[in-house]
């Protein structure tokens, strides 16, 4: 079973930039689609970004196209996500997870393994 731990979160300027980081353990991550979500307050958790098992193929939100970029490591069991070009709207608890499957997915119930969320906070 994979287990995951986000980090790279914290306070940002309109405008700056940050990377988010995720750590797997377990020895079948690089068979799995992997997905960073996110959840504002008040508001239900929503697909950010995914990748596939071998990085071949990525999808992301609207409101983060062109400005979030997801990749992998698979030697170093890892997911990254570069966040440019902040806005206050992106402020939120972020999730990585593991897909149950070799793609990655916009839909949370595609995902069995989460992490405990890293907090992003963009100060306008």
């Known amino acids: 079973q994979v287990q995951l731990v986000e980090s790279g979160g914290g306070l940002v300027q309109a405008g700056g930039s940050l990377r988010l980081s995720c750590t797997a353990s377990?020895?079948?991550?690089?068979?799995?689609?992997m997905g960073w979500f996110r959840q504002a307050p008040g508001k239900e958790r929503e697909f950010v970004s995914a990748?596939?098992?071998?990085?071949?193929?990525?999808t992301y939100a609207d409101s983060v196209k062109g400005r979030f970029t997801i990749t992998r490591d698979n030697a170093k069991k890892m997911v990254y996500l570069q966040m440019n070009s902040l806005k206050p709207e992106d402020t939120a608890v972020y999730y990585c997870?593991?897909?149950?499957?070799?793609?990655?997915?916009?839909?949370?119930?595609?995902?069995?393994?989460w992490g405990q969320g890293t907090q992003v906070t963009v100060s306008s």
């Open positions: 990748i596939s098992f071998n990085s071949g193929s990525t």
């Open positions: 377990g020895s079948t991550f690089s068979n799995y689609g």
């Open positions: 997870a593991s897909s149950k499957g070799p793609a990655g997915g916009r839909y949370s119930w595609m995902y069995n393994v």
